[in-house]
């Protein structure tokens, strides 16, 4: 049978559970700055290619040059969990962060590390 939860812990689960944008931007304006982004890649690795069409006469350095040239990836950072954003901004002078949310931190921090294999 599951314990009931105090509003303390719920608000720490909610933290847990939550998400803050680390994009560096606002929810509305990353969701225009990443479409963005992704297309400026791109265009840059198309006018790479069309600048490699001009260079060479023959079709077979064209084909090697094409297939050397990089393609730079380029995704969006994951968001970061609330917990952490808070934690990172908290000011202990002014308040402390209680036990739920120090050992809802530490839970967090568990699952991030690496798995060692």
């Known amino acids: 049978m599951t314990q009931r939860q105090t509003p303390q812990q ?4 909610d933290y847990v559970n939550h998400s803050k944008n680390s994009y560096g931007e606002n929810d509305k304006s990353s969701r225009k700055a990443i479409r963005s982004r992704k297309a400026q890649v791109n265009r840059q690795f198309r006018r790479e290619q069309t600048q490699l069409l001009q260079q060479y006469d023959d079709a077979d350095e064209l084909s090697a040059a094409l297939q050397a ?20 901004r908290a000011k202990p002078v002014l308040k402390p962060m209680s ?17 060692s294999s």
């Open 99 to 115: 036990e739920a949310q120090h050992q809802a931190l530490l839970k967090l921090r568990k699952q991030a590390r690496p798995q």
């Open 10 to 13: 719920k608000k720490v689960l």
């Open 69 to 88: 040239q990089p393609r730079l990836n380029w995704k969006k950072a994951a968001d970061a969990p609330l917990i952490a954003h808070i934690a990172k």
